[in-house]
């Protein structure tokens, strides 16, 4: 019984956390600076298939683009904001925003935090 156990903890903490939706996509994230890096390391390690190149005749692929965002005016929270964009069609196929606050001062922050809320149902 241990056993089984054991096999469904470790099963369960290997599982993909990439959504229905993409799981076909390759992600294509152009690591050309920080936040960059640690956004396409957070994917691979949610599950994601990650790439830095275009590769033609590949598999659908997505773009990753990420901005951050604050409306004008004294204390108002900035917001980074992750789209994945079919590179074919430039339709969004995922999105997600998470505040920049304290517990998002690092770039692998917050590429985890933006991942973790890609992948949310």
Do not use: N
Not at 72 to 98: F, Y
């Amino acid at each position: 019984m241990k056993a089984l156990l054991a096999l469904l903890v470790v099963v369960g903490c290997g599982a993909s956390r990439v959504p229905r939706s993409l799981r076909g996509y390759d992600i294509l994230v152009e690591a050309e600076d920080d936040q960059s890096v640690e956004l396409a390391r957070a994917m691979r390690s949610a599950g994601y298939h990650v790439r830095e190149r275009v590769k033609g005749g590949s598999r659908p692929t997505a773009a990753l683009i990420y901005f951050s965002f604050s409306e004008p005016g004294l204390d108002q929270p900035t917001w980074l904001h992750v789209r994945l964009a079919d590179t074919r069609s430039g339709v969004i196929v995922g999105a997600a925003t998470i505040p920049l606050d304290s517990a998002t001062l690092s770039t692998r922050a917050r590429a985890q935090a933006a991942v973790l809320a890609l992948s949310a149902p």
